[in-house]
């Protein structure tokens, strides 16, 4: 599956129109832009890991935070070609694709509170550890905090499949709910910014 607008940003460019006069960052070049297309096009196609000798439930642990890690590095890029300074900046464009259910299935899939502690505890920023509590307790819909966390966490090798007691097909399910809003928010994002220019040129 590729990025939604992506041809017709490709069509923009023969017609000799950079990204910058698109609407994007000012140092934001035709590569930055393939290369958030191909971290999209990772993360949308990713169908799981193989591995010898593991138990099923095992492997859908790791499944799903591969698949956050994936969704989270494509959001990196989607911040820096649209000039989105931090996580926090993202939270209003967020709150316009009803995020509400993915923040409530973090909470209900893990009611004992072990990945979330798990998290938590092993986030070094205080900032991050502020604003996955802030999700946590639902004074925050920000779903890119979790990923936030997720990705860091299992980045610098804390998170297993069964870390902190976590059930593997609960963290399946919270990790996938994830990346699909994050990847969906990032194809409607930029399909928008790209169709508004588009139809400003060919109408």
């Known amino acids: 599956m590729e990025l939604q607008g992506f041809n017709k940003f490709q069509e923009i460019l023969h017609h000799n129109h950079r990204p910058p006069s698109i609407g994007f960052a000012e140092n934001v070049s035709t590569g930055d832009i393939n290369r958030f297309a191909s971290r999209i096009r990772v993360a949308k196609n990713f169908r799981g ?11 859908y642990g790791y499944d799903g935070f591969f698949q956050v890690f994936l969704t989270h590095s494509a959001l990196e890029v989607f911040m820096e070609i649209m000039s989105i300074k931090n996580l926090g900046l993202l939270e209003a464009k967020i709150e316009q ?17 072990l990945l979330y502690e798990f998290l938590y505890q092993r986030l070094t920023s205080n900032k991050l550890k502020d ?3 802030k999700c946590h ?40 709910s994830i990346s699909e809003f994050l990847l969906c928010f990032m194809d409607l994002e930029f399909a928008k910014k790209i169709e ?7 109408g």
Not at 49 to 59: F, H, K, S
Request: proline share 4%; with cysteine.
């Open 131 to 133: 604003n996955l509590n």
């Open 97 to 113: 694709y009803n995020p509400e259910q993915v923040i409530q299935l973090f909470i209900e899939k893990d009611p004992k509170n």
């Open 137 to 176: 307790t639902g004074s925050s819909n920000n779903v890119a905090y979790i990923s936030a966390s997720i990705r860091h966490i299992f980045a610098h090798g804390y998170l297993c499949a069964y870390s902190g007691g976590i059930k593997p097909r609960q963290v399946h399910t919270i990790c996938t």
């Open 49 to 59: 890991i193989n591995l010898d000798g593991y138990a099923e439930n095992t492997v």
């Open 196 to 202: 508004s220019y588009y139809q400003n040129i060919f």
